[in-house]
């Protein structure tokens, strides 16, 4: 239980428990007085003036043990209409692959493709090629896909294929990026 003091040894306390509250209200009064004159600001501008937009994809991985290829899902509901003034896009990735069983250091081909998973179809003109191992493998443009990308909201994933089977294709973070004129 709570016992309270008599009012004369409260008083030095209480003198500097409200010197602290007006301390602090004069704070919130000042933050709120900056607060009014807030503006919100994107790279300084308007983001719809952006020449390119970057999205980045996550990564995917697969082993012909378990399936011919490996599909990740990036981003739901994705809709190329929501980027008015697009007129190219590309994806950058560096895909390697190897023989299973084999050290990180054999190189195998990969191929990487962006995939609309929920038509369940390959995106065209997509796909980067990787030949290179784990710790060489550069990341490597696509060609411009923009024509044949779909104008509809889908689900947006990456799918990766080692070449031959038996081999195990991975890739590290992918970016997709929209441009504009």
Same mark, same amino acid.
């Given at each position: 239980?709570? @016992?309270?003091?008599?009012?004369?040894?409260?008083?030095?306390?209480?003198? =500097?428990?409200? !010197?602290?509250?007006?301390?602090?209200?004069?704070?919130?009064?000042?933050?709120?007085?900056?607060?009014?004159?807030?503006?919100?600001?994107? %790279?300084?501008? @308007?983001?719809?003036?952006?020449?390119?937009?970057?999205? !980045?994809?996550?990564?995917?991985?697969?082993?012909?043990?378990?399936?011919?290829?490996?599909?990740?899902?990036?981003?739901? !509901?994705?809709?190329?209409?929501?980027?008015?003034? *697009?007129?190219?896009?590309?994806?950058?990735?560096?895909?390697?692959?190897?023989?299973?069983?084999?050290?990180?250091?054999?190189?195998?081909?990969?191929?990487?493709? =962006?995939? %609309?998973?929920?038509?369940?179809?390959?995106?065209? @003109?997509?796909? *980067?090629?990787?030949?290179?191992?784990?710790?060489?493998?550069?990341?490597?443009?696509?060609?411009?896909?923009?024509?044949?990308?779909?104008?509809?909201?889908?689900? =947006?994933?990456?799918?990766?294929?080692?070449?031959?089977?038996? @081999?195990?294709?991975?890739?590290?973070?992918?970016?997709?990026? =929209?441009?504009? !004129?």
């Amino acid at each position: 239980m709570y @016992n309270r003091c008599p009012l004369e040894i409260n008083v030095p306390l209480a003198d =500097l428990l409200l !010197k602290q509250a007006l301390i602090a209200i004069t704070i919130i009064r000042w933050n709120l007085r900056r607060l009014t004159h807030t503006q919100y600001v994107c %790279n300084g501008n @308007n983001a719809s003036s952006d020449k390119q937009i970057i999205i !980045k994809l996550g990564w995917v991985a697969v082993s012909y043990s378990t399936q011919p290829y490996g599909t990740t899902l990036s981003i739901p !509901k994705f809709n190329i209409n929501n980027y008015p003034g *697009v007129d190219s896009m590309a994806i950058y990735a560096a895909p390697w692959g190897r023989k299973d069983g084999d050290s990180y250091d054999t190189p195998g081909p990969a191929k990487l493709e =962006l995939y %609309n998973i929920t038509d369940a179809t390959v995106i065209e @003109n997509s796909a *980067v090629l990787g030949t290179a191992t784990s710790s060489t493998a550069p990341y490597v443009p696509s060609n411009n896909f923009y024509t044949s990308f779909p104008r509809k909201e889908f689900d =947006l994933g990456l799918r990766i294929t080692a070449v031959p089977p038996s @081999n195990i294709a991975h890739t590290s973070d992918v970016i997709m990026i =929209l441009y504009r !004129k």
